[in-house]
């Protein structure tokens, strides 16, 4: 069974930066489509960028691109995201998820994923 755990989230001033990990155990596919997602209060969630550990392109939403990268180490079955340029709206519960594969045009859709974490909290004040 495939778990999630995520790391690095906290809180900061606008214009500041963070780094999000997603520690993976379990993996058994060649390859798996791990997407970030986040959700605000109120708001549905919303993904933000995506990354195929079998090799391939990223992906990432309109909102954050430009200021966000997703990597990953397939030694440490980690994947990242770099948050740079923070926005007060980037304010969210972050959560990273995995559904075995490569991912695709669907990648943003989270009810397409299986396996998630349990979020890490990004504060970004103004």
């Known amino acids: 069974q495939v778990q999630l755990v995520e790391s690095g989230g906290g809180s900061v001033q606008a214009g500041g930066s963070l780094r999000l990990s997603c520690a993976a155990s379990?993996?058994?596919?060649?390859?798996?489509?791990v997407g970030w997602f986040r959700q605000a209060p109120g708001k549905e969630r919303e993904g933000v960028a995506g990354?195929?550990?079998?090799?391939?392109?990223?992906y990432y939403s309109d909102s954050v691109k430009g200021r966000f990268t997703i990597s990953q180490d397939n030694a440490k079955n980690t994947v990242s995201l770099q948050m740079n340029s923070l926005k007060a709206e980037d304010t969210a519960m972050y959560y990273c998820?995995?559904?075995?594969?490569?991912?695709?045009?669907?990648?943003?859709?989270?009810?397409?994923?299986?396996?998630w974490g349990q979020g890490t909290q990004v504060t970004v004040s103004s």
């Open positions: 998820a995995a559904v075995p594969g490569w991912c695709g045009g669907w990648w943003a859709t989270s009810a397409n994923f299986r396996n």
């Open positions: 990354i195929s550990t079998g090799g391939g392109s990223t």
């Open positions: 379990g993996y058994r596919a060649s390859s798996y489509c």
